[in-house]
């Protein structure tokens, strides 16, 4: 049977390239987009809907009229960002899970995707190939509401047999809308910068290494795990994705090979305290096991992430 896909935060730097892959594969009618606001790139899309997700009766109400099947939940105030504001960053990230959660336990809908992020770990978690399951102990809100989140998604699953799957995304790298308020969103502001100003004032110290991933491949990954079959999927919490590791100073050193007077400053703000309790690289042999696990197509290919997100501005 063909599903009917909600996704919502589809206005994302993740929302936007997933709704185009799952339409590609799906058909545009099979795939609704949605956003609390609706941006200029779905001003002419009749199939995107506003939707403010802490809005329990419409939410519903719009899963039974369009007949939904699966929901993508990407809607969230990031690592950044949340901090600027604890207590609504908390009530997003969490409510809006809760409300999918319910909704998937009331058999309204087949399957849910919900992502969790590297930000789980902490200044105790293994910071080399930090594997599946260790101690955690984030210092965000963000990091915290992910950590809440993915026992919330396996004690639905264990309680209520609701089928929810989650990645515990890295860094991610796209082109395809402006950073939203990540603590790894430098590696995207700085191609910007490097385009627009020929040069980039860093937060994050010059050798702070973090996983990071090449949008394309966390989409691929996503859905490859939205279309396992049930029974194969064994972490009912979230799954390590991994893709490779970097500095900005790695990344700057790159860039100056396409633009040769860009220049980098270094200005260590709160953001590079908060990515210093983060891993340096990830473990996913769990996910390799089951099938979803992927390395990043451009690993060790500097030159070619350069390219591939430069040539597109």
Known sequence: MKPKILVIGAAGQIGIELVRSLRLKHGETSVIASDLRCPDIYSSDEYFVPLDVLDDSALRHLIIDQNITEVYLLAAVLSAKGEENPLFAWNLNMQSLLNLLEIAKDQLIDKLFWPSSIAVFGS??????????????????????????????????????????????????????????????????????????????????????????????????????????????????????????????????????????????????????????WPNSIDDSVAKKTGIGMRSTISNQWSWTCYLILKEK
């Open 124 to 277: 105790l978690s293994p910071q080399f190939n930090t594997p599946q399951n260790c101690v955690k102990n984030p210092n965000t809100v963000y990091g915290i509401s992910k950590l809440s989140g993915e026992q919330w998604c396996a004690y639905y699953h264990e309680k209520y047999d609701v089928d929810v799957r989650s990645l515990r995304y890295p860094g991610l790298i796209g082109h395809e809308s402006q950073p939203g308020g990540g603590t790894t969103d430098y590696a995207v502001s700085i191609f910007y910068d490097a385009i627009r100003n020929n040069q980039y004032n860093c937060y994050l110290s010059e050798d702070r290494s973090l996983p990071m991933m090449y949008m394309e491949d966390a989409i691929s990954a996503t859905i490859k795990l939205m279309e396992a079959d049930s029974d194969t999927i064994k972490v009912r919490d979230s799954y390590n994705l991994a893709g490779i590791s970097f500095s900005p100073k790695d990344l700057a050193n790159e860039i100056v090979k396409h633009i040769e007077n860009f220049r980098i400053q270094y200005e260590p703000d709160f953001r590079d305290i908060i990515a210093a309790s």
